[in-house]
């Protein structure tokens, strides 16, 4: 089976005495894809309440890129038990697009005000979801997390370099071989022209020969695990 990276996120309110009422809207797919030369692309979010709910829908930049690319439109919506609103995310890029773009987006279904005017006490389930941005002139790769450039520094740190124009996703988690020495990367995602950098336990970089990382396809799914070369630049001239 395959696993879909993708984040739920529960906000939980706790009354004693008190039933919490469980609400939540679910999006059709695991990821937003836009494509530059359309400008624009759509998502179905269904509400899968009986009553109904206000939809809000939020763009978020990652802290790596705070660029505001794409608007939401409705930003806010009421959506009916059980009906589905379509959400649009529109491009707002002032020049062409040389590489990838991660965002992100999320849904919450909030719950109506009770008869009394008072808001509902409920537990609501908001879903981040990613949001990649695809170059018009760039054409797709499959498998973007070969291209990524492992090393070892003089410093102990282990470093995953993207000179790559496309977001590489992963699992958070990687490990040196051969010894299968875990380490955390911090985050699941290495944007076009970044560098991620982590400390590695004493010794663990001269005794590696290569990092196994759990990549993920553009749609979140994770596919066998990759075993990419490392180099060890403390030993080079």
């Known amino acids: ?27 059709e797919s695991s990821v937003v894809i836009l494509n530059e ?10 509400n899968t309440e009986s ?11 990652t802290p790596d890129d705070q660029e505001l690319l794409v608007v939401a439109v409705p930003p806010v919506s ?8 379509l959400v649009r995310f529109m491009l707002q890029s002032p020049a062409p697009l040389q590489v990838q773009r991660l965002k992100r987006v999320t849904f919450e279904g909030i719950p109506p005000k009770g008869p009394d005017g008072k808001a509902r006490i409920s537990m609501t389930i908001r879903q981040n ?7 018009a ?3 797709k790769h499959a498998s973007p997390w070969t291209l990524l450039k492992w090393s070892v520094a003089a410093d102990g740190k282990l470093r995953a370099r993207n000179d790559s124009p496309y977001v590489v996703r992963l699992g958070q988690g990687v490990q040196l071989m051969p010894e299968k020495t875990a380490v ?20 663990a970089g001269a005794r590696a020969t290569s990092v196994r990382l759990s990549p993920a396809t553009i749609y979140g799914y994770e596919v066998d695990t990759y075993d990419a070369p490392l180099v060890d630049t403390a030993r080079q001239p």
């Open 1 to 27: 089976m395959k696993t879909i990276l993708t984040t739920g996120l529960p906000l939980c309110l706790s009354v004693p005495a008190l039933v919490a009422h469980a609400s939540g809207v679910l999006p």
């Open 184 to 203: 955390d990367l911090g985050k699941t995602y290495v944007l076009p022209g970044s560098t991620v950098e982590v400390p590695l336990p004493s010794g």
């Open 37 to 46: 030369a359309d400008g624009e692309t759509t998502m179905n979010v269904k």
């Open 129 to 135: 979801l990613p949001l990649i941005v695809h170059p």
């Open 137 to 139: 002139k760039l054409e």
């Open 78 to 85: 009421r959506v009916e038990g059980q009906d589905t609103q």
């Open 51 to 61: 009553m109904p709910l206000l939809l809000h829908t939020t763009i978020q930049n």
